[in-house]
């Protein structure tokens, strides 16, 4: 915690001084100030006197954390304890009324846009899509994005922010700044069912030539403060992010008595995810497709250096959840997308299952739509592509000395995902041999 402090300090005191001459900096400043006022950095949950919870089981167990040490996730309460809270529909540990905040974690090219959606579906759910898009965006202009702690820590409390349907942190990275809390500029509004339903969407049909910012519906900007009731009228939140690489940084959000977080680490076999990333983003891996054709590699170049460590950042992550600390006690799951892909409906609700969210028929109803499940929806939907072919398409397309190199640098990543390495290229083309071992991980800790 002092360290914590200690940082934040040192960054406002640089950030003070260089404000002078950026105004997107004084923003970032205002930020990092803000995590200063005692509301935002709560030291115990006594300090949340008017939660949405109320009662004398609430109050005891407020206090025996407190004497216990512990903050926030009373996870030293005993096993029968657990069920008869879960009896009482009261979730765990938490005052959120019964209110879940989902955090699905991934990667690009993880499918998370997809799996983010199973979360997007239904009256109770409100759903956001890469809400910290913005706040990467602005501080790598500012040039502040190179620090991964400040960063993560900066993540983490707007995050915070935002599952308590409170909107103004993140408004100070959007640019052009919202003015009176309304801004055009909100990173794919369009892919979050909640922000494009009434009331949220205040239709506009005066002007044709205006951009409007929904798909079915003609919207005009987007009102926060009618985003923000929308959230709290909302029984459940979800958010899909591709931006926090360090699972641990998220603790303090986790143990937010506030809160009742469940975590989605979403994994996928690297050498699929770099086979997809140089098709869709082709020319930012022009290197690598340079060296599939020399059929040479060199290891200590920057690009081979990145991919290690995203692999590497991914599976500490992973470590950490797998290892199932007190803090993250049955509110972790890792998922991989090749299992998605291949039993979209039942992962779906075993992640449901273990959100403790009911799933939806409208959940139930997109995912069939979208993934062909059934021999019935094979019928209507015939144009819809076959989940499971699409998973393994990756084997087609990545040349095998690339293959072979992510193997070497991401190979504990692979091993502990479960994704089988190939010697030859006549392997990793076979399509009647699988490269995932049936791994079931005890993720949910349940
Ligand atoms: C990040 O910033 C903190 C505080 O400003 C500093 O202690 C730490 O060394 C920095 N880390 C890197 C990698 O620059
Ligand atoms: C909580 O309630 C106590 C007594 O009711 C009061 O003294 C204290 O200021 C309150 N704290 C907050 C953060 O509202
Ligand atoms: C906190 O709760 C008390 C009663 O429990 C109430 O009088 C007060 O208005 C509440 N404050 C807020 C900010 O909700
Ligand atoms: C808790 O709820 C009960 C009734 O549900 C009410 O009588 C009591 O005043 C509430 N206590 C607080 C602290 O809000
Ligand atoms: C945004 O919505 C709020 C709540 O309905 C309203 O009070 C406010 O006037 C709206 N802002 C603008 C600029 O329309
Ligand atoms: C999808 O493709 C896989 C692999 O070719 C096949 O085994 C499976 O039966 C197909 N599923 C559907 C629903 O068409
Ligand atoms: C693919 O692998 C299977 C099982 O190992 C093998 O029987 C088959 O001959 C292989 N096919 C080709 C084209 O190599």
Same mark, same amino acid.
């Given at each position: ?278 098709? @869709? ?8 497709? /340079?060296?599939?054709?020399? *059929?040479?590699?060199?290891? =200590? %170049? +920057? !690009? ?98 690339? @293959? ?8 504990? /990543?692979?091993?502990?995902? *479960?994704?089988?390495?190939? =010697? %030859? +290229? !006549? ?20």
């Amino acid at each position: 915690m002092k360290t914590k402090h200690a940082i934040v300090f040192i960054c406002i005191v640089a950030l003070v001084i260089i404000e002078k001459e950026s105004n997107i900096l004084s923003r970032v400043s205002d930020k990092l100030i803000q995590r200063q006022t005692p509301q935002q950095t709560p030291q115990t949950p006594l300090d949340y006197n008017n939660t949405t919870q109320n009662g004398s089981l609430t109050m005891l167990k407020m206090l025996l954390s407190k004497l216990t040490g512990t903050s926030g996730n009373y996870s030293n309460l005993s096993e029968e304890d657990e069920k008869e809270e879960e009896l009482d529909g009261l979730g765990s540990y938490s005052y959120s009324g019964g209110r879940k905040h989902i955090l699905l974690l991934a990667t690009t090219r993880t499918g998370s846009s997809f799996v983010g959606e199973f979360f997007n579906q239904g009256e109770n759910m409100f759903y956001l899509f890469e809400p910290l898009w913005h706040v990467e965006r602005m501080l790598t202009m500012a040039g502040e994005a190179n620090n991964g702690t400040v960063l993560a820590g900066i993540y983490r409390d707007v995050l915070q922010a935002l599952f308590l349907c409170d909107f103004s942190p993140l408004e100070k990275f959007i640019s052009p700044p919202p003015q009176d809390h309304v801004t055009p500029a909100l990173f794919r509004r369009e892919s979050s069912v909640s922000l494009c339903e009434e009331p949220v969407c205040s239709p506009v049909i005066k002007d044709v030539f205006e951009r409007f910012h929904c798909k079915t519906r003609r919207c005009g900007p987007l009102n926060l403060t009618l985003a923000s009731e929308s959230c709290l009228s909302k029984k459940h939140f979800a958010i899909k992010t591709v931006r926090v690489h360090q699972l641990e940084a998220l603790r303090p959000l986790v143990e937010d008595p506030r809160l009742d977080v469940r975590v989605i680490q979403l994994v996928r076999d690297p050498r699929a995810i770099l086979a997809s990333r140089m098709v @869709a983003f082709s020319s930012k891996y022009q290197t690598w497709k /340079t060296w599939a054709q020399d *059929g040479q590699v060199p290891e =200590d %170049d +920057e !690009e081979v250096k990145r991919l290690k460590g995203n692999c590497d950042h991914i599976r500490w992550s992973a470590e950490v959840g797998l290892s199932c600390p007190r803090w993250l006690r049955r509110r972790y799951m890792l998922v991989r997308y090749e299992d998605i892909a291949r039993f979209p409906m039942q992962k779906a609700e075993e992640m449901y299952r273990f959100t403790g969210i009911p799933f939806s028929p409208q959940a139930r109803e997109w995912i069939l739509r979208n993934t062909q499940t059934t021999q019935e929806a094979r019928g209507i939907y015939s144009t819809q592509k076959n989940s499971s072919e699409q998973a393994e398409k990756w084997r087609f397309s990545i040349p095998f000395t690339l @293959a072979q190199v992510v193997q070497r640098v991401c190979g504990p /990543t692979m091993k502990l995902f *479960g994704y089988r390495f190939v =010697d %030859d +290229e !006549e392997t990793l083309t076979n399509k009647s041999i699988s490269l995932l071992e049936e791994k079931p991980f005890q993720s949910s800790n349940m």
